[in-house]
């Protein structure tokens, strides 16, 4: 990276927190209040809410779904940040009587949310420690001495930070980012047709990678955990290790299959101007030998991956074994306090995550799900469970380009899909788990699919023509490998 180290950990830091530096000679900013969203939240709370109730329905049950309909219509929305949304939900059930306050809060004493916020900071360790950098710039090092060669070195780089940083963003934006970027101004500089193609294809490379690797693990991307609540609640019970493994086949096959799609579909034939390895061999050089910090960094990330992995069979739950890795992090000073109380986008992640678990986790609990499963069931009369399933995804999927969040998609959709899905007579874990890699892989679809497209594409490295051409070609892509050779994968591992 051209500005070495220190700005790699700026930018990075940046990426993850998205907040300005601090001022101290002008006043505090108003709040960002936009009425007009508001009113709209407002109305459709109030819509479901004087709806006729259906008689087998809870009364709590429904008037929980009018907030919790208003609470994603906010989130897509955004009339007020996403943290105080969700602390405007919580009151509204408090308000009502809908819920009462341990119930209200119950979700901030939710495994799945603690684990999203204990991965954050785990996240900030490799990004500040420069360790995610150096992992980033080693692969380069390795693989990158062609153009599809890069492009598999930040598939690779993305591969190895995917288990450990839940937030795409971080991946994509605080590491592959600007490691892309200072490539673009010495191994594909200029303005050549070769040096924009090149630099086009690496872009979207990185970017549909953190796509592929969001779906391969729980941890690899924030909204994962919030799959993983949505379908306890249906009863479905979906663990770390399972979802790696059935990931792992369809996802590694993505990998190896995409960059080069993508490559004869921008840059074929395309030379870079100058050596990549010896670029990343330069930047490993300014960076100098690993540091204490990167090395207990690299322990702990390492022990947590273990334990994560064999957590069900020596009895260790994912979230107590995270709480424990970042507790090491700050007993060896990697990690200072400040810098995990001053992480405004893990603390805001906690709460709106906390809330969306919460109402979801009583929607279940008061026989809303239920209700809305029974009435489904006589409709899948006569249709298959497989081809119905096969169509259901398919809308899932590409009802993502009225989505700019990967969050509100799943919280608006991924549990009744999920319902109407086991209505079909649709296997509980294969549905759950189907679902789950669409809710990622979705995000290749546009310049807006999830927080990191917007970064990625701001780079100016590719059209948006290109990009959204691209980003369909790539979901038949991936849709063929997951639903195709993913299914013989999950046939081989009990799945249906």
């Known amino acids: ?147 599809l060669g890069l492009g598999y070195s930040f598939a690779a780089a993305d591969l190895v930070l995917a288990p450990l940083i839940p937030s795409n963003t971080a991946r994509a934006g605080g590491v592959v980012f600007p490691i892309l970027q200072s490539l673009a101004g010495t191994v594909v500089r200029g303005a050549s047709a070769d040096a924009r193609r090149t630099r086009a294809f690496l872009t979207l490379a990185a970017y549909n990678a953190t796509v592929i690797t969001s779906a391969m693990f729980v941890t690899a991307m924030v909204a994962n955990p919030l799959v993983v609540q949505l379908a306890s609640s249906q009863g479905i019970t979906l663990t770390w290790t399972g979802w790696a493994a059935a990931a792992a086949v369809p996802g590694v ?14 840059a074929r034939g395309a030379a870079m101007q100058a050596d990549a390895p010896e670029a990343a061999r330069a930047a490993l050089a300014r960076l100098g030998p690993m540091t204490r910090s990167e090395r207990v960094m690299a322990t702990v990330s390492v022990l947590l991956l273990a334990a994560w992995i064999a957590g069900s069979s020596i009895g260790l739950d994912p979230t107590a074994a995270a709480l424990m890795a970042v507790a090491a992090l700050l007993v060896t000073g990697v990690l200072g306090w400040d810098a995990v109380a001053g992480d405004r986008e893990a603390w805001n992640t906690f709460v709106w995550f906390a809330t969306l678990v919460m109402m979801a986790s009583h929607l279940g609990e008061l026989g809303l799900i239920a209700w809305f499963t029974a009435q489904v069931q006589p409709l899948a009369g006569g249709v298959g469970w497989l081809p119905g399933f096969a169509g259901m995804v ?96 999950w046939r081989v591992l009990g799945l249906w």
């Not at 009502?96 to 809060?105: M, P, Q, R």
């Not at 990998?255 to 490559?263: H, N, T």
């Not at 509100?408 to 209505?423: D, E, N, Q, R, T």
Request: proline residues 7%; hydrophobic residues 55%.
């Open 1 to 147: 990276m051209a500005g070495g180290r220190w700005s790699g950990v700026v930018h990075s830091s940046l990426v993850l927190n998205h907040q300005p530096p601090p001022t101290s000679h002008h006043p505090a900013a108003r709040p960002s209040v936009r009425p007009v969203p508001l009113l709209l939240v407002a109305c459709t709370g109030v819509a479901i809410w004087l709806l006729p109730r259906p008689g087998a329905v809870d009364p709590r049950a429904w008037r929980l779904l009018a907030i919790f309909v208003a609470t994603i219509v906010g989130i897509i929305a955004k009339p007020l940040p996403i943290g105080a949304v969700a602390f405007v939900g919580i009151a509204a059930t408090l308000a009502t009587s809908t819920l009462g306050l341990d119930e209200a809060l119950s979700g901030f004493t939710s495994g799945p949310v603690w684990l999203v916020m204990t991965a954050f900071f785990i996240a900030s360790g490799f990004i500040r420690t420069g360790l995610g950098e150096r992992i980033a710039y080693l692969l380069v090092a390795l693989f990158g001495r062609s153009t």
């Open 253 to 266: 096959i993505s990998l190896l299959v995409v960059p080069p799609v993508i490559y004869m579909l921008t």
């Open 394 to 489: 398919l809308v899932y999927f590409y009802t993502h380009y009225f989505f700019a969040s990967m969050t509100a998609h799943i919280s608006a959709m991924y549990a009744p899909f999920l319902a109407v899905a086991l209505g079909l007579g649709t296997p509980p874990v294969f549905a759950a788990l189907v679902l789950a890699f669409a809710s990622s892989l979705f995000a290749s679809l546009t310049h807006y699919g999830t927080a990191a497209a917007p970064i990625l594409f701001g780079g100016g490295h590719v059209s948006l023509g290109a990009w959204w051409r691209t980003g369909l070609i790539v979901s038949v892509v991936n849709i063929a490998i997951w639903m195709g050779i993913g299914s013989l994968w």
